[in-house]
């Protein structure tokens, strides 16, 4: 902790106790509950120093970490000294005349000057700590000339005699009585103008700077409008005790929502990056609590239900650390997700999401699980109107059917129109596209929402690149399936066809050749009978059967033709004569 941020928790030790000193006042002393400062300003108090020392911390030097310090510990002394007359009073106290004066002067001071010439700053500076543009430097000198001013005329013209719980009938000099209303009117006139800075520097801004601009020019728009009431009030009708309550109020209102609408922009959109502080301050804060209450209360109550003694002390104190240990862990990560709730807001709903994918990536081992689990999970957690991711398939594999969508187009119930906006993120893996994702949505995407997107999509990288390979081994298989099959239906009609030829063949030799030769063998044996008794009785049936024969031959050629290669085959000699020798 360096000095600056100890000095900024000295001086919000000191608002606490400021603030601890107006409630004791409020509570013990009737005369003090003459306006509503309780409890509005002094807890606006103590939050803005805290919300200042929480900047100064993580971004020492900051301006406006200390203007918001300056702010709370001005309005809680403010509080203080505008009652602690009526203490004084009640109880006849009597301080020291010159210690009065002081009092009565810082009284005046922290009343309106210190505090409007705060708030102008902070309006005009917030949220980077600069001017937003070199011509509101007037603003800025002109400020100061009316605190410098205020202080002057409370120092110079305000009388020792005229101020104090004890003064009677104070007589102010005439330039006071006129010189007072001029420098309450510039103090109005000064926030009116920072307002409008903070409007225009609002206008001029754009994505997150301009969410966190948004609430601090409302909460300018109402401090303005708050000290205007306050001030022609009895002009417009707002008289008496009832009246002077209410216009108070009012101012009080607007006073406390600096502080609300700084932290919201500081909490909900990431200023100064304190939500990383504040979100570990509250789990450290509330894992400490429970291990001592925790720790505590088991010990007292299992000695009460045991009956404390000596000899069990040690036994009680082992239990009960035992019981806390074993529950630390859960109350832990119930911890973690509440300080993200309390500190980040809705932004955290996003990431636990992108946590919840992770898990849920290792149980969606397919497309038709995988793919649907990240489209509905991209969409809820950027507030997109449709969002599909399509997982990119090359060649064949890309006929296949491997997309989702989020609201599913069969769910009529959460169909949203399509928007004019629309973003395509491409979901690369080792340099290489393996999906695309894209999101409808209105009104565009802000940088953390889109940061969002590219976290989940490259979370789902390396999946959806698995699911692509799964693919395309996938459809490879089935190509080889397929080619399988085809070969083994070629191979069968390829046998069919073949057991088709052979049959024809047979039937043509049956039909063609075989008749020429199916008597000869029955005729040969008949003529070898018969040659010996008269040989010239044999020519003419032997003649015939070579006949036979030729015709056999020739039309064997014939069906043979084709399938083997043509060739002269030559005549056998005992065919070629017609007579024997």
């Known amino acids: 902790m360096n000095r600056q941020t100890r000095v900024a928790v000295g001086l919000v030790a000191v608002t606490v106790v400021l603030g601890a000193v107006h409630t004791w006042m409020y509570i013990g002393w009737p005369a003090t509950r003459t306006g509503p400062s309780w409890p509005i300003m002094t807890v606006g108090a103590v939050l803005t120093t805290g919300l200042g020392a929480l900047v100064v911390a993580r971004r020492s030097g900051h301006r406006i970490g200390w203007l918001f310090v300056l702010i709370g510990l001005s309005v809680a002394s403010s509080n203080v000294l505008s009652v602690y007359e ?51 430097r007037i603003l800025l000198w002109a400020s100061w000339t009316t605190f410098g001013l205020f202080v002057v005329m409370i120092l110079v013209y305000s009388r020792p005699e005229n101020v104090g719980p004890f003064a009677r009938d104070p007589e102010f000099p005439m330039l006071f009585d006129v010189a007072s209303p001029i420098l309450v009117i510039s103090v109005l006139l000064e926030l009116v103008a920072a ?15 301009r969410q966190q601009l948004r609430w601090l020019a409302a909460s300018a728009v109402a401090v303005a409008v708050g000290l205007a009431i306050a001030i022609f009030g009895e002009t417009l009708g707002l008289r008496g005790p009832v009246g002077e309550w209410f216009r108070l109020f009012l101012l009080y209102l607007g006073v406390v929502s600096v502080p609300v609408a700084a932290g919201l922009a500081i909490l909900r959109y990431r200023l100064y990056d304190i939500d990383v502080f504040l979100n570990r301050a509250v789990v450290l804060t509330t ?61 955290a709903a996003p ?27 991209l969409g809820r957690s950027v507030n997109a109107r449709r969002t599909s991711v399509s997982l990119d398939l090359p060649g064949a594999a890309a006929s296949a059917l491997r997309s989702a969508t989020y609201p599913p187009a ?21 340099d290489a596209r393996v999906a695309e994702i894209r999101l409808d949505v209105d009104p565009p995407l802000s940088g953390d929402q889109r940061q969002l997107a590219d976290d989940l999509a490259q979370q789902a990288a390396m999946a959806l690149r698995n699911l692509r390979l799964e693919a395309e081994l996938a459809d490879r298989v089935e190509q080889l399936v397929a080619r399988t099959t085809e070969l083994e239906l070629s191979r069968r009609r390829l046998v069919a066809a073949r057991d088709d030829e052979r049959h024809r063949l047979a039937a043509a030799l049956q039909q063609a050749v075989v008749a020429h030769l199916e008597s000869m063998p029955a005729d040969l044996g008949r003529l070898a009978a018969t040659v010996g008794a008269d040989p010239t009785a044999v020519e003419a049936p032997v003649a015939q059967h070579i006949v036979a024969a030729g015709a056999a031959l020739d039309e064997l050629r014939t069906i043979s033709r084709g399938l083997v290669p043509r060739q002269t085959t030559p005549r056998p000699a005992a065919l070629g004569r017609t007579r024997p020798s």
Do not use: C, K
């Open 86 to 136: 009526h203490v004084l009073l009640a109880e006849d106290i009597t301080l020291a005349r010159g210690l009065m004066v002081a009092l009565a002067w810082l009284t005046m001071l922290v009343d309106l000057p210190a505090p409007g010439l705060l708030l102008v700053l902070t309006f005009l500076l917030f949220p980077t700590g600069h001017l937003p543009s070199p011509r509101w």
């Open 195 to 209: 307002s409008v800075a903070a409007l225009l520097r609002m206008r001029r801004a754009s994505g997150e700077e």
């Open 287 to 347: 894992l400490t609590a429970f291990v001592a209450v925790g720790y505590v209360a088991l010990v007292v109550v299992i000695g009460a239900v045991v009956g404390q003694r000596g000899d069990e002390s040690f036994t009680t104190s082992l239990l009960a650390f035992v019981v806390v240990a074993l529950a630390f862990q859960p109350v832990r990560r119930f911890v973690l997700r509440s300080a993200d709730r309390l500190v980040y807001g809705r932004r």
């Open 351 to 377: 990431y636990e999401a992108l946590a919840d994918f992770s898990d849920g990536v290792s149980r969606a081992p397919s497309a038709q699980e995988l793919l649907p689990l990240l489209a509905e999970t």
């Open 410 to 430: 069969h769910d009529r119930s959460l169909a949203a129109p399509a928007s004019a906006g629309a973003v395509v993120i491409d979901v690369r893996d080792r």
